[in-house]
């Protein structure tokens, strides 16, 4: 579930920000916690990166996306950095726990390309051991296509958590129920951050994921 983030020349540097869920899973945490190895949660870390600070938005690649990893808890900022990036002729790409209300989301989809939700299981119990409630995850899907914003969604497939194929059908048949046009990405966990004991995902089971979306 790491992220390839293309970065922006908006400012001098390059910001990470907290997600408001606790993910014993989190593969991005490898990356995030380098400055920070003994945190739990990402902390707001800021990074010198090699750019330059005040490039003219002529001189950018419009293709560029600037992509904001799950950080529902600093939306207001998410929210100025999409305006001043749409303002210069730049794509923003908003990833996200799907945990956020409603006027804040709609506020976001006014100024985003896409919004992409990790879904992490279809099970409530579940996601209230990862801090979240799996309504509010589902509300957010919806709703984010409902205000017109091109919306996609991740599952990490993590054997003995989210694997099931019942629980493979319930996600792809939600999904589809709010569109059948929603694209959604199945990926393969590995084991790192607080789940070094555990399996890979087998490819044979993103395969079967696979083809009951494609169902």
């Given at each position: 579930?790491?992220?390839?983030?293309?970065?922006?020349?908006?400012?001098?540097?390059?910001?990470?920000?907290?997600?408001?869920?606790?993910?014993?899973?989190?593969?991005?945490?490898?990356?995030?916690?380098?400055?920070?190895?003994?945190?739990?949660?990402?902390?707001?870390?800021?990074?010198?990166?090699?750019?330059?600070?005040n490039?003219?938005?002529?001189?950018?690649?419009?293709?560029?996306?600037?992509?904001?990893?799950?950080?529902?808890?600093?939306?207001?900022?998410?929210?100025?950095?999409?305006?001043?990036?749409?303002?210069?002729g730049?794509?923003?790409?908003?990833?996200?726990?799907?945990?956020?209300?409603?006027?804040?989301?709609?506020?976001?989809?006014?100024?985003?390309?896409?919004?992409?939700?990790?879904?992490?299981?279809?099970?409530?119990?579940?996601?209230?051991?990862?801090?979240?409630?799996?309504?509010?995850?589902?509300?957010?899907i919806?709703?984010?296509?409902?205000?017109?914003?091109?919306?996609?969604?991740?599952?990490?497939?993590?054997?003995?958590?989210?694997?099931?194929?019942?629980?493979?059908?319930?996600?792809?048949?939600?999904?589809?129920?709010?569109?059948?046009?929603?694209?959604?990405?199945?990926t393969?966990?590995?084991?790192?951050?607080?789940?070094?004991?555990?399996p890979?995902?087998?490819?044979?089971?993103?395969?079967r994921?696979?083809?009951?979306?494609?169902?």
């Open positions: 579930e790491t992220q390839k983030i293309a970065n922006v020349a908006l400012s001098g540097r390059q910001f990470y920000a907290g997600q408001n869920a606790e993910i014993d899973y989190r593969l991005s945490w490898s990356e995030a916690s380098e400055k920070n190895p003994d945190s739990r949660y990402s902390t707001f870390l800021q990074e010198d990166v090699e750019f330059e600070p490039v003219s938005p002529d001189s950018i690649d419009p293709d560029n996306i600037q992509v904001n990893p799950q950080n529902e808890d600093f939306a207001e900022y998410v929210l100025d950095v999409a305006i001043a990036a749409k303002r210069s730049l794509r923003t790409v908003v990833v996200s726990n799907g945990t956020i209300r409603e006027e804040p989301l709609r506020d976001l989809c006014e100024h985003l390309a896409a919004y992409k939700v990790d879904l992490k299981t279809m099970q409530d119990r579940h996601y209230r051991q990862l801090g979240g409630v799996l309504a509010n995850v589902l509300d957010t919806r709703g984010a296509r409902g205000m017109g914003c091109w919306v996609e969604v991740v599952t990490l497939v993590v054997p003995g958590f989210n694997d099931s194929t019942d629980e493979l059908m319930d996600a792809a048949r939600y999904l589809a129920s709010v569109s059948p046009d929603i694209p959604w990405h199945v393969a966990f590995h084991p790192d951050y607080h789940m070094t004991g555990e890979p995902t087998p490819p044979a089971t993103l395969i994921a696979a083809e009951i979306g494609q169902e």
